[in-house]
């Protein structure tokens, strides 16, 4: 691949996977590359990629990487959050389909029942995962407009589930990608949604109607509760994040996502984002969640955790014989440390800032076109 079609690639994985923001949408070049193989999310460029990064950004890094260590999920995650690049000059691009001159479309990932009572019927870019709490569905996130029609609501009814029943959604932000299909189940089934404030004006949720719940709330259906943080990334902006009990082959476990997983210059809404995660933290250490997953699948292997849930399914024929361990299973040390990474990688991209460096270490920052 020319260092061209990969730097390409690498700007449409900062306009897709970060920074949800229309003017962020509206500055992403149309991108020339060929249509991806959704399965394969990490591309090697054929000529080196060189950071830019000042020696404070390079110490900063180091400890992001040590704190990934060899896990393949925490290195994906360190890789994307850090925009690092490493010798191999691989990088992980959001799967999806590029359709040329007329932009990027999502794909679906393959429906998986991934916790006694957890399903995901999400697509590959953004996440899509349904609660079943024994008195309706909660969904966290849904994905955008067209998926709705196109694999949310077939996702739903090939695991035998009934998506009238999806009560609740659960923002995480509220770009394209996780509130259009919140609005067509408001509009077919009355789904409530949930968010930290009124959501108005919003392109591709005309007329959403949000039930607006504060800091620290919690929203009980049927057996499940669920804690939410307010945790926004940029100055004045918002999102929240979720802790949500899962049972695993009947043991209660703790399941934390995330809310704005993307980060954001310039250098005064990178210390929101701190100023949240720390936040966040806070709640991790009261709580202890044992499962960390991110709002976007392919920013911690979890359509990888989700194949390997499935293999042992087709083997078993019974999920409650899969393997020892749930993939996602991770515990309460390792699911600190997830959060850990973030952090680090926004005191990362906050020392690049402070640098003057661009968002992926490249090259020097400049400021995007008028
Ligand atoms: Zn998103």
């Not at 930290?196 to 709330?217: F, R």
């Not at 024929?317 to 600190?336: M, Q, T, V, W, Y």
């Amino acid at each position: 691949m020319e260092r061209k079609t990969f730097i390409s690639l690498l700007v449409m994985l900062l306009c897709l996977g970060w920074g949800f923001s229309m003017t962020a949408m509206a500055q992403c070049p149309q991108d020339p590359a060929p249509v991806q193989n959704p399965a394969k999310m990490w591309t090697r460029s054929s000529s080196a990629l060189q950071l830019k990064d000042t020696a404070a950004v390079k110490a900063e890094m180091e400890k992001a990487r040590e704190l990934a260590g060899n896990d393949w999920y925490f290195l994906q995650l360190q890789r994307l959050q850090c925009n690092d690049v490493d010798e191999s000059n691989t990088v992980v691009q959001p799967p999806g389909v590029n359709l040329g001159g007329t932009g990027w479309h999502e794909v679906s990932a393959v429906p998986t029942k991934v916790f006694d009572n957890v399903y995901y019927v999400g697509g590959m870019e953004v996440g899509g995962w349904l609660i079943d709490t024994g008195a309706g569905y909660i969904m966290l996130d849904a994905g955008y407009d067209y998926s709705y029609e196109e694999f949310l609501k077939p996702n739903i009814r090939a695991l035998g589930l009934d998506p009238a029943k999806v009560k609740y959604i659960l923002l995480t932000h509220t770009g394209p990608d996780h509130i259009g299909a919140a609005n067509k189940f408001q509009a077919e089934f009355g789904t409530k949604i949930v968010f930290n404030n009124t959501i108005v004006n919003n392109p591709w949720a005309p007329g959403v109607v949000t039930t607006v719940m504060p800091d620290g709330a919690t929203l009980t259906l049927g057996d499940t509760t669920i804690t939410m943080v307010l945790t926004p990334r940029t100055v004045g902006g918002d999102g929240f994040s979720y802790f949500i009990p899962v049972k695993i082959k009947g043991k209660r476990h703790l399941w934390a996502t995330y809310g704005n997983t993307g980060i954001n210059g310039p250098l005064a809404n990178i210390s929101v984002y701190l100023q949240s995660m720390a936040k966040f933290l806070t709640y991790v250490d009261n709580l202890r969640p044992d499962i960390a997953i991110s709002s976007h699948p392919f920013v911690d292997g979890s359509i990888r955790r989700m194949e390997l849930i499935r293999e042992c399914d087709d083997r078993h024929s019974r999920h409650d014989l899969c393997g020892p361990h749930n993939p996602f299973l991770i515990g309460e040390r390792a699911a600190r440390r997830y959060f850990e990474i973030m952090d680090q990688c926004a005191v990362v991209r906050y020392e690049r800032a402070a640098a003057g460096l661009a968002d992926n270490g490249l090259g020097p920052y400049s400021p995007p076109a008028p």
